[in-house]
């Protein structure tokens, strides 16, 4: 089985940063696309940043200059480095895996982490 741990998420004030993480753990072969959403409360969940397994990126305009996503694959992990917070960026941060393939299980798609709070507030 496989599992995406978040870890990072809290509390800062406006201009602050965090540094979300999030690690698949399992006898996991590869990663494809690996990326960060966030949802706050009464809207849509919304893609921040993604970064494919060969290092490509993409933003959400909203955070672009502000906030880089990384990946270490030898550590199958995803780092979102948050910068210049705002408090419009307070939402609950989910790690998402598109496709990870396991020893002795094959690939599957879709794999969420539990999500880790972020609140940008004075």
């Known amino acids: 089985q496989v599992q995406l741990v978040e870890s990072g998420g809290g509390l800062v004030q406006p201009g602050g940063s965090l540094r979300l993480s999030c690690a698949a753990s399992?006898?996991?072969?590869?990663?494809?696309?690996m990326g960060w959403y966030r949802q706050a409360p009464g809207k849509q969940r919304e893609l921040v940043a993604a970064?494919?397994?060969?290092?490509?990126?993409n933003y959400a305009d909203s955070v672009k200059g502000r906030f880089t996503i990384s990946r270490d694959n030898a550590k199958n992990t995803v780092y979102l480095q948050m910068n210049s917070l705002k408090p419009e960026d307070t939402a609950v941060y989910y790690c998402?895996?598109?496709?990870?393939?396991?020893?002795?299980?094959?690939?599957?798609?879709?794999?969420w982490g539990q999500g880790t709070q972020v609140t940008v507030s004075s």
């Open positions: 970064i494919t397994s060969g290092g490509s990126t």
């Open positions: 998402n895996a598109d496709q990870i393939c396991v020893a002795g299980r094959g690939c599957e798609r879709n794999y």
């Open positions: 399992g006898s996991i072969l590869s990663i494809n696309v």
